[in-house]
């Protein structure tokens, strides 16, 4: 079978020459041969063996698909083993499996070729927690049957809430006691206890079970119960407890340092009560939520149908506890301080004992400075059930009667919103003491003494007496200046007609008429009016040059302003021109006699300013109350229907082009989760209700994408949802294949964020239930002999699709004297069929009989018949 084409050469062969030899294999049976080839070179014989193989396929599959840690939310995940075929033909393989954790493989059998890999998935349903170690048996032709291990763990995604110093769990945070208006700060770590990544977002629980806010938890009952009925229960707790950064995203197992700060505040009052007994205690849960799912809750809408119904919520509860006290600082003798009468330049002095009457925090504060009065210590620090004495003095510096406020700070610790790691050192609480003086003067003597000739700068009218004693002179020389026209005092007659702009100057002032002046000013003197020397010193004054300059610049810039004012002026003109000039005129004025109408904010819809801005900002916390009230907005109205598939307004546009943060997609409610369909019947139609709920200001666009051909029914997978709308899109279940269906379908929010939802089906052939298998059927009573014999039975349809159905008589070898109608049919789904079967004796007629049930593309049931003769003697 083997075949040597050669041509032996004549001659040596020279160097760098070859000679070519075919050898040709032509195999007439399947074995494999073996023989050899004997090549003579001079003196040496080489062996050439040869081998004639059987083509065959070799086949290898990998041992073990491993799909390390998962996360139980419900997603399918799907990893590929490879089948290589390293043979030099097609090899077939078959895989079956019969284990208890649900798989789906693709292909479970087929071809691979030579050279080449063939890869088959394998899908597993993360919905429940636990460990897989299951085994499918792979069927390889050549090699037999091999085993192959599918191995994962399965575990719950966890938050938890640990400790920064100690790292263990924490259940609860304990503020103390705080003064109202202060604040006090705790970090924890939130940590992600699972091999996944994870979106949270935290929530105030302001309705929880076991909450309070504002209650006086150690007084009595009665007057917890009265201080309820006080108490303005519509508080924002937001404003109380603060959590920095309040949403976020974990890595596998990573932690996050999150700052908590609590600043407890006061409750408003219908009346006033004693501020001594206004001590309140909070209880507060903050819950950490994973972005979309909302822990215990159970979204019923309008219509009754239930949206959602959360089993499995990843969430950490995390519970707040705090004190808010007042500021009790007492005074004696009291808040009005009276210093009585005092004298300029003496001092009087008050002591004042000042107490803090609380038991639990101390009292930092600070005295502001006030006229007149001073405080000895300034500011100070008073430990809890502590007094100290404060000294007040009054030292005025002028004459009166004063009564001043006081202005006493407290000092605290207050949160900066912008960065709440670091607490500022403020003042949160004021109080106000009223200080009274009188200061009186001292009567003084004044003397005089006779001028001597020389006139100083103050003096009387004659000059003759000067009080010594009475002050200071200023630096300034008096200049009293009068318009010479309103006063005729002393007027010389020949000066009563003057009609000149001058001024007045005093005798006195000689000293200030030494200064540069202006020369177009004229001087004349208080009692005759007279022109007098006005002297100008050229060392002070402008030249005649220098004043021609300044005229210039003063002209230039006013021209220049005039000419700005002009422009202004020219295109407003021409502004109200093109409004007002008409091509038709008909007399009217415009807008004569109308008035602008009154808007008020009422007038708008509430619903679109409510477009405007998105309900939560960045800083804000989101509450269960909160959260609570926008969905029942949105849940109260009507389906809606008449949906756009894709953006189609600028304002569509720009809404569903955002980037949602994670406390925005919280508040958008796509489910339930998991929509199972329960047990249905193959070439059925069943279908769910996915709902949709929008509870943002602005539109959202969600798009589904489904692979499966058991939805492809499903319409429409895209959809543009409008503000605070519901709405929801029906998914379609159909198939042929019997068995478990568990599939995921994932959806988009705005294109960017995804989201899954899973799909859970029993598929089942088409059954009828009989409702008994053997039917004996008596004679009816008072009839006569001879008569049939009859007795009906129910056919029951417990599936979602109509049976067809049809009876076929077993006779065997004899005629059956049994009967039954109809014998052919349909049965509606989830609904019954009644039967009835009839025996007619006779001579050698058969007692028994039996029929088969032959439902089409479904089961087959026999039913057995008795007829039960009494023969009477």
Not at 210 to 237: F, H, I, P, W, Y
Not at 357 to 386: C, D, W, Y
Not at 457 to 479: C, K
Not at 536 to 564: C, G, N
């Amino acid at each position: 079978q083997f075949k040597l084409i050669v041509e032996n050469p004549e001659k040596p062969i020279a160097s760098g020459l070859q000679v070519k030899a075919v050898v040709e294999y032509t195999p007439n049976r399947a074995e494999n041969l073996r023989d050899k080839l004997v090549l003579l070179v001079d003196d040496d014989i080489v062996n050439i063996p040869l081998l004639g193989l059987i083509p065959y396929c070799y086949l290898e599959i990998e041992s073990e698909i491993d799909f390390g840690e998962m996360v139980a939310n419900d997603k399918v995940v799907t990893k590929a083993i490879s089948i290589a075929n390293h043979g030099s033909t097609s090899g077939v393989f078959r895989i079956s499996y019969d284990g208890v954790v649900l798989l789906n493989i693709k292909p479970t059998r087929g071809v691979v070729k030579p050279k080449s890999v063939r890869k088959i998935k394998v899908d597993i349903c993360t919905d429940a927690p636990g460990v897989i170690k299951e085994m499918m048996m792979v069927e390889l032709e050549g090699r037999g049957r091999t085993e192959v291990w599918i191995r994962g763990v399965v575990v719950e995604q966890v938050l938890k809430v640990l400790g920064v110093s100690c790292g263990k769990a924490l259940k609860c945070i304990n503020f103390g006691p705080l003064y109202f208006g202060t604040s006090k700060t705790e970090q924890i770590n939130l940590y992600n206890e699972s091999p996944e990544c994870l979106d949270w977002v935290a929530v105030l629980e302001d309705n929880a079970i076991g909450g309070e806010m504002g209650t006086d938890l150690q007084g009595s009952t009665d007057a917890v119960l009265q201080d309820l009925s006080l108490k303005n229960r519509d508080v924002d707790v937001s404003t109380l407890i603060l959590c920095v950064p309040n949403q976020g995203t974990l890595l596998p197992y990573e932690q996050s340092l999150i700052t908590l700060c609590f600043s407890p505040e006061k409750f408003e009052r219908d009346f006033e009560v004693n501020d001594s007994s206004l001590i309140q205690d909070y209880v507060l849960f903050l819950r950490f939520e994973t972005v979309g799912e909302r822990g215990g809750c159970l979204q019923t809408l309008s219509d009754g149908a239930t949206a959602s119904t959360r089993s499995h919520s990843r969430h950490v509860d995390l519970a707040l506890m705090g004190s808010g006290f007042p500021v009790m600082l007492t005074f004696k003798p009291g808040t009005v301080i009276d210093f009585k009468e005092c004298y300029l330049g003496e001092r009087t002095q008050v002591v004042c004992t000042m107490k803090n009457e609380s038991e639990f925090l101390p009292v930092t504060f600070s005295f502001r400075k006030t006229a007149h009065f001073s405080i000895s210590p300034e500011r100070g620090k008073l430990k809890k059930k502590s007094e100290k004495e404060v000294t007040f003095s009054f030292s005025p510096h002028q004459i009166g009667v004063f009564e001043m406020k006081q202005i006493i700070d407290i000092i605290g610790t207050g949160v900066d919103k912008n960065n709440v790691d670091v607490l500022k050192t403020k003042s949160f609480h004021q109080i106000y003491l009223t200080l009274l003086g009188v200061c009186k003067s001292k009567q003084k003597s004044v003397l005089f003494t006779i001028n001597p000739g020389l006139t100083p700068l103050i003096s009387n009218e004659t000059g003759q007496f000067v009080a010594r004693d009475t002050g200071q002179l200023g630096d300034t020389a008096p200049v009293a200046i009068l318009k010479s026209t309103q006063t005729q005092i002393h007027t010389h007659r020949k000066n009563r007609n003057c009609k000149d702009d001058a001024l007045i100057a005093y005798p006195n002032d000689r000293a200030a008429s030494l200064r540069p002046s202006e020369w177009s000013k004229k001087y004349r003197t208080i009692f005759t009016k007279t022109e007098r020397y006005n002297y100008i010193d050229p060392d002070f004054a402008y030249t005649h040059s220098e004043r021609l300059l300044r005229q210039e610049r003063k002209k230039y810039y006013t021209d220049f302003v005039s000419r700005l004012r002009q422009r202004r002026l020219e295109k407003e003109a021409a502004r109200h021109f093109r409004i007002y000039n008409n091509p038709v005129s008909i007399g009217i004025k415009p807008a004569e006699g109308l008035k602008s109408p009154n808007i008020s904010i009422s007038d708008f819809p509430q619903e679109k300013l409510q477009h405007k801005m998105l309900p939560f900002d960045d800083n804000c916390m989101l509450t269960s109350r909160k959260l609570a009230a926008i969905v029942s907005k949105s849940t109260n109205k009507g389906v809606w229907s008449w949906l756009s598939p894709m953006p189609s307004s600028t304002q569509e546009k720009e809404d569903c082009s955002l980037t949602l943060t994670h406390k925005q997609l919280h508040q958008i409610f796509i489910g339930p989760s998991t929509i199972d369909f329960g047990d249905v019947c193959v070439y059925s139609t069943t279908t769910k209700e996915l709902h949709i709920i929008n509870n943002l200001s602005v539109h959202i666009w969600i798009q589904i994408e489904i692979e499966f051909v058991e939805l492809h029914e499903t319409s429409p997978l895209s959809q543009v949802v409008p503000p605070l709308t519901k709405t929801h899109i029906p998914v379609v279940f159909e198939t042929n294949t019997v068995g478990m269906f568990k599939r995921s379908f994932s959806y988009k929010i705005n294109n960017q964020h995804i989201g899954h939802v899973l799909v859970v089906a029993n598929a089942m052939r088409i059954e009828l239930q009989l409702s008994t298998r053997e039917l004996i059927l008596t004679p009816v009573p008072g009839c006569l002999a001879g008569t049939e014999f009859r007795r009906s039975l129910q056919l029951c349809n417990p599936r979602n699709h109509p049976a067809a159905f049809t009876w076929r008589p077993v006779t065997g070898d004899r005629k059956s004297a049994f009967t039954i109608k109809p014998t052919r049919g349909f049965v509606e789904a989830y609904s019954d069929l009644e039967c009835e079967v009839v025996w007619h004796p006779g001579f050698h007629t058969p007692e028994t009989g039996q029929f088969t049930l032959c439902v089409r593309k479904g089961n087959s049931i026999t039913l057995k018949c008795f007829a039960k003769v009494t023969i009477h003697a």
